[in-house]
Nanobody, 125 residues
């Protein structure tokens, strides 16, 4: 399975961006979705974890600003990011895993086996 991430770029504080993560046909149907980010000099952190049953967990720092959605017909999952802040600057990664169940936005990178290539989001005035 391959994932293709896109949608990153430069944004000003308060702006919105939508990241896309597209997989191979049918790959998202039964997968758990993870969005991670890695800021310069920091470890990769899980910010959103979405189960196939619809239960989704958000890290406190993005709760109320970020949301995910799936379009299984397009094999694509989206990360809508609103009211961006400079501290959201990071490389963002999407990940899939069939054998995991989210109980919070606290997954480890090793919990997911399929990764997109990462897309850079820079928030600066």
């Amino acid at each position: 399975v391959q994932l293709q991430a896109s949608g990153g770029g430069l944004a000003r504080p308060g702006d919105s961006l939508r990241l896309s993560c597209t997989g191979q046909e049918g790959s998202l149907d039964f997968a758990v979705i993870g969005w991670f980010r890695q800021a310069p000099g920091k470890e990769r952190e899980n910010i959103v974890c979405g189960n196939r049953d619809g239960r989704t967990f958000y890290k406190d720092s993005v709760k109320g600003r970020f949301s995910i959605s799936r379009d299984n017909a397009k094999d694509t999952v989206y990360l809508q990011m609103n009211n961006l802040k400079p501290e959201d600057t990071a490389v963002y990664y999407c990940a899939l895993e069939n054998y995991y169940y989210c109980t919070g936005a606290d997954a480890l990178a090793r919990d997911f086996s399929v990764w997109g290539q990462g897309t850079l989001v820079t928030v600066s005035s």
